[in-house]
């Protein structure tokens, strides 16, 4: 064979080499691509967080057993929530307590499953407040619900549907079939713990 044909050949070989080297890249399979905006950007287990207000106060302590944070909707989910709410003197004011929480963005805390709200202060006529849902707005301490409510006080219980009320102010309001027995032991109910 002559020099010139050794070399036609190599050059057919090398450019069907060069054609199946890039027909493989560009046919391999594709990377699937995994939706992320469902799945939590941080979660952990036994967490404990304290949030300050603008001036170095204390605002609020979180501790949860489990705590996932999803970064699209803003939203922080809690299993065994224990917050703690704390007043302008940095004393902690009240303890809330609950089965599951959802923290939104604008600091919206929707509370569910046996939710308790205690009053810590010495001299409050206001103890308890259960429920089994509640939303608590972290920064006025409005809370509502629209469930059957039970408030204990020093000397009173009132049951209910319905809660407005101020925990910064210390009062609650049930709004509808309301019943109050005053001077009578606080009674048992479901989401009652000592």
């Known amino acids: 064979m002559k020099k010139k044909n050794i070399i036609y050949i190599l050059l057919i070989i090398l450019a069907m080499g060069i054609y199946y080297?890039?027909?493989d890249d560009t046919e391999s399979p594709e990377l699937e691509t995994i939706d992320l905006s469902t799945e939590p950007i941080y979660q952990s287990d036994r967490m404990?967080?304290?949030i300050y207000d603008p001036l170095g106060n204390l605002s609020y302590k979180i501790i949860a057993d489990n705590v996932k944070h999803f970064e699209d909707s803003g939203e922080t989910l809690f299993q065994s929530p224990n917050i703690t709410l704390y007043n302008q003197d940095n004393l902690i004011t009240w303890h809330?307590?609950?089965?599951?929480a959802t923290l939104t963005r604008d600091k919206l805390l929707y509370l569910n499953d046996k939710v308790i709200?205690?009053?810590?202060?010495?001299?409050?006529q206001l103890q308890r407040i259960l429920t089994d849902n509640?939303?608590?707005?972290?920064t006025t301490q409005v809370v509502t619900s629209d469930d059957q409510v039970t408030i204990e006080g020093t000397s009173f219980t009132s049951t209910g549907t319905g809660l407005l009320g101020n925990l910064r102010n210390k009062t609650a309001d049930i709004l509808e079939n309301v019943k109050t027995y005053y001077n009578a032991p606080n009674i048992e109910t479901s989401n009652t713990t000592n």
């Open 21 to 23: 080297y890039q027909r």
């Open 48 to 50: 404990e967080t304290t």
């Open 96 to 100: 809330i307590l609950a089965n599951k």
């Open 117 to 124: 709200l205690k009053n810590i202060l010495p001299d409050a």
């Open 134 to 138: 509640a939303k608590v707005d972290l």
